[in-house]
């Protein structure tokens, strides 16, 4: 179908051109080229974290922490099921059992009680998301992890900018993931990226990323016959991957000022439609929309009342957990009752820098329009 209003479109300037077009032009190194340890050194900086490693997916930089950190068969990994799949897949690449906790509504992230309770001699790995680039309740889940002697990865796929307490969030985790995925804040069309402050980590997910090879010499430049120290995958990106991210990262601040301006204006737009509930930004804490989510007790039919007009919606997130690999081929029984609140009457509307004031109008109005017949 082709919609009148996507859900989302990428940003992209004359800069982002000339970035990957320099890259190709130089006509060698498209892969390991210069602007890849560049576009970590940007993103560790900007985060605010000493060590950052790029991955050609936000999978591929979770998969890669678990394993650096040896979690592996017999240990459980809590994560959420109001998620994208791949947070709860990552566990199952290296043989380690999710464990589903439930959230909580004031930010949609993993309620720390829940987290709490489901800790076992077997916990080893906590494993938050910040759920649309809002921050969930970090602080307090860096302090059961810690009180536990659990590991904390934050899955920041979604939240790059975000803040809590003035900090960024990726650095409340002993590491982090990121995406840059097409619709995230910023986009290289697929890719990803760990940060951390551990030396030890680095390194061992170098070797992850790239064969088990060390990267002492340039494997493309050398004639010197490379050794294979560990068992490793090719979760690299390219070197117009990383030109493009460059680019991107350096309007970052602007991009997340036109989402906060937008958000208000959908915020003001939508603040007295009956049945519709827009949830609010949490104290202390700096959201950065990489989606625009709203809760409608008619949800589902809502959805098509706006696919009639031609605006496209989507539900993010429906339940890891009643999908139907973990329900009816790993038989998983997960009772969350917050979880299951939530993804029945969330939808994501139409949201990304370079939507429209009369596009976001036109959205508006149709669920106001609905929202009075559905009296």
């Given at each position: 179908?082709?919609w009148?209003?996507?859900?989302?479109?990428?940003?992209?300037d004359?800069?982002?051109v000339a970035?990957?077009?320099a890259?190709?032009?130089?006509?060698?190194?498209?892969?390991?080229?210069p602007q890849?340890p560049?576009?970590?050194?940007?993103?560790?900086?900007?985060v605010?974290?000493?060590?950052?490693?790029t991955?050609?997916?936000g999978?591929?930089a979770?998969?890669?922490a678990?394993?650096?950190?040896?979690?592996?068969?017999?240990?459980?990994?809590?994560?959420?099921?109001?998620?994208?799949?791949a947070?709860?897949?990552?566990?199952?690449?290296?043989?380690?059992?999710?464990?589903?906790?439930?959230?909580?509504?004031a930010?949609?992230?993993?309620?720390?009680?829940d987290?709490?309770?489901?800790?076992?001699?077997r916990?080893?790995?906590?494993?938050?998301?910040?759920?649309?680039?809002?921050?969930?309740?970090?602080?307090?889940?860096?302090?059961?992890?810690?009180?536990?002697?659990?590991?904390?990865?934050?899955?920041?796929?979604?939240?790059?900018?975000?803040?809590?307490?003035?900090?960024?969030v990726?650095?409340f985790?002993?590491?982090?993931?990121?995406?840059?995925?097409?619709?995230?804040?910023?986009?290289?069309?697929?890719?990803?990226?760990?940060?951390?402050?551990?030396?030890?980590?680095?390194?061992?997910?170098?070797?992850v990323?790239?064969?088990?090879r060390?990267?002492?010499?340039?494997?493309?430049s050398?004639?010197?016959?490379?050794?294979?120290?560990s068992l490793?995958?090719?979760?690299?990106i390219?070197?117009?991957?990383?030109?493009?991210?460059?680019?991107?990262?350096?309007?970052i601040?602007?991009?997340i000022?036109?989402?906060?301006?937008?958000a208000a204006?959908?915020?003001?737009?939508l603040?007295?439609?009956?049945?519709?509930?827009?949830?609010?930004?949490?104290?202390?804490?700096?959201?950065?929309?990489?989606?625009?989510s709203?809760?409608?007790?008619?949800?589902d039919?809502?959805?098509?009342?706006?696919?009639?007009?031609?605006?496209?919606?989507?539900?993010y997130?429906?339940?890891?957990?009643?999908?139907?690999?973990?329900?009816?081929?790993?038989?998983?029984?997960?009772?969350?009752?917050?979880?299951?609140?939530?993804?029945g009457?969330?939808?994501?509307?139409p949201?990304?820098?370079?939507?429209?004031?009369?596009e976001?109008?036109?959205?508006?109005?149709?669920?106001?329009e609905?929202?009075?017949?559905?009296?």
């Amino acid at each position: 179908m082709t919609w009148k209003i996507p859900l989302f479109k990428m940003y992209w300037d004359d800069e982002d051109v000339a970035s990957v077009n320099a890259a190709i032009k130089t006509g060698m190194n498209w892969a390991l080229g210069p602007q890849i340890p560049a576009f970590e050194r940007k993103i560790a900086e900007y985060v605010g974290t000493k060590y950052c490693l790029t991955f050609n997916s936000g999978t591929s930089a979770l998969h890669a922490a678990l394993l650096s950190y040896g979690i592996g068969i017999g240990d459980e990994v809590i994560i959420p099921s109001f998620t994208f799949i791949a947070t709860a897949n990552a566990p199952k690449f290296v043989g380690a059992t999710p464990v589903f906790a439930d959230i909580e509504d004031a930010t949609f992230g993993l309620d720390p009680a829940d987290v709490e309770a489901k800790i076992t001699p077997r916990t080893k790995a906590i494993v938050p998301i910040h759920f649309g680039g809002f921050p969930c309740q970090v602080r307090e889940l860096r302090k059961i992890a810690d009180e536990h002697d659990i590991v904390l990865i934050e899955d920041a796929a979604e939240a790059m900018g975000a803040t809590v307490g003035g900090r960024y969030v990726g650095t409340f985790g002993d590491s982090s993931i990121l995406s840059f995925c097409q619709n995230k804040i910023i986009t290289t069309g697929e890719g990803g990226a760990v940060v951390t402050d551990n030396r030890d980590l680095y390194e061992k997910m170098k070797l992850v990323r790239s064969h088990g090879r060390p990267d002492t010499l340039d494997y493309f430049s050398t004639i010197e016959v490379l050794d294979y120290v560990s068992l490793g995958y090719n979760f690299r990106i390219s070197t117009m991957t990383a030109a493009l991210g460059i680019a991107q990262l350096d309007k970052i601040g602007r991009l997340i000022g036109i989402r906060k301006s937008d958000a208000a204006y959908y915020r003001a737009g939508l603040a007295e439609v009956p049945g519709v509930v827009v949830p609010p930004e949490q104290p202390d804490t700096v959201s950065v929309y990489q989606l625009f989510s709203i809760r409608a007790k008619k949800r589902d039919a809502l959805m098509k009342y706006l696919e009639g007009k031609g605006i496209m919606t989507k539900i993010y997130f429906p339940p890891v957990h009643k999908t139907h690999y973990y329900q009816n081929v790993l038989r998983y029984t997960s009772s969350l009752p917050m979880t299951d609140t939530v993804s029945g009457d969330i939808v994501s509307l139409p949201f990304y820098p370079g939507i429209t004031r009369d596009e976001m109008d036109t959205v508006i109005q149709a669920i106001r329009e609905f929202g009075a017949k559905s009296q």
